[in-house]
């Protein structure tokens, strides 16, 4: 007999643990993707009834984008929506894992030509950014004194840490210092030798679609310079 109430309570609760996935889902979800070298920010409002989810998804070219076929089963969330790009209409589909305060989402186009993953939190939570893959070598030039100077970076990225080398200074090559990426922005410090005399350079990159746009100079404020490096085929 306690073997069968027993049995009957875990059956129960089994069949409770969907609609309780189900009920946490409902609210505002924020996450970013890597996209051509940028994190695109997504916000999913989420409303869920019986298991069956609707809303809105924000961040696409197309924005808002409504939810359709939504639906929780078990802790697995699926959904498509249509978004525009570059004058074409694609269907992007979404399949979530759901765990406590996370969905980690896949997400990929109808046709298979692209897909990627991200992990999206409650909102009350920070925003998860992919690092992009920066690794590489990038080639720009700065003015100095009426001269054009051609600078490589030699890039290396493992998460949002950074390492590698600058050709092209005095000192060449100068290892990166510090080196990290946080959304699209990249810093690092270097150091490299002028008329006998060692200076810092401090370097802050905007990352954008295959080029970084730097503005640098010495920790001293007393020179700088801005160029952009495009990344070497």
């Known amino acids: 007999m306690k073997i069968a109430i027993r049995l009957a ?16 889902l409902g609210g505002t979800w924020k996450g970013a ?29 197309s924005t808002p984008a409504a939810i359709h076929d939504g639906r929780v089963d078990g802790d697995t969330l699926t959904f498509w929506v249509d978004t525009d790009y570059d004058g074409q209409t694609y269907k992007l589909l979404y399949k ?22 991200m992990t999206a939190l409650k909102s009350d939570a ?29 890039l290396m990225s493992a998460g949002s840490a950074v390492t590698g080398t600058v050709e092209g200074l005095e000192t060449s090559p100068a290892e990166i210092h510090d080196g990290k990426v946080d959304g699209d922005t990249l810093t690092f410090w270097l150091n490299t030798d002028y008329q006998g005399q060692t200076y ?25 310079a801005t160029m952009t490096a495009t990344k070497s085929l």
């Open 33 to 61: 993707f890597p996209f051509d070298g940028n994190n695109v920010q997504l916000t999913f409002h989420l409303q869920v009834s019986s298991g069956a989810v609707t809303g809105t998804v924000e961040g696409l070219p």
């Open 200 to 224: 810092k350079l401090v370097y802050k990159g905007k990352i954008a679609a295959d080029k970084i746009d730097f503005s640098f100079g010495t920790d001293d404020g007393g020179w700088g």
């Open 126 to 154: 920070p925003v998860v950014s992919v690092a992009p893959d920066l690794g590489g070598a990038w080639k720009g030039a700065f003015d100095f004194q009426g001269s054009s100077v051609p600078v490589t970076f030699h």
């Open 96 to 117: 979530g894992k759901i765990a406590a305060g996370k969905i980690a989402f896949t997400m990929d186009t109808a046709d298979g030509s692209w897909g990627t993953e």
């Open 9 to 24: 309570c875990l059956c129960a609760l089994l069949a409770l643990l969907p609609c309780a996935h189900a009920a946490d």
